[in-house]
Nanobody, 119 residues
């Protein structure tokens, strides 16, 4: 099993910034593909940003140029740096880990952290 713990959410004014860390358990974090998803009230969960084990990244169009996903394999942590936040970024943000093989192969989710963008 893989445990994921997100933190860093909160209330921020439009134009502000937040950094969301997600700490993962396990000794093979380097092999995990990691992602940040979000779900706003009444909407489906969507992929915001992903990063492969090799460091390749992808973003949903609405956050390109504003959000950056990164990983620190020495700390078993993935980060989502969010800048120029907009009210439409308000959502619960979830960390996801995909383990492609081995005894813990599978998809894992954190508990979520609330991000609210409002003045």
């Amino acid at each position: 099993q893989v445990q994921l713990v997100e933190s860093g959410g909160g209330l921020v004014p439009p134009g502000g910034s937040l950094r969301l860390p997600c700490a993962a358990s396990g000794s093979i974090f380097i092999f995990y593909a990691m992602g940040w998803y979000r779900q706003a009230p009444g909407k489906q969960r969507e992929l915001v940003a992903g990063i492969t084990s090799g460091g390749s990244t992808n973003y949903v169009e609405s956050v390109k140029g504003r959000f950056t996903i990164s990983r620190d394999n020495a700390k078993n942590t993935v980060y989502l740096q969010m800048t120029s936040l907009k009210p439409e970024d308000t959502a619960v943000y979830y960390c996801n880990a995909f383990v492609p093989a081995g005894s813990i192969k599978g998809d894992y989710w954190g508990q979520g952290t609330q991000v609210t963008v409002a003045s």
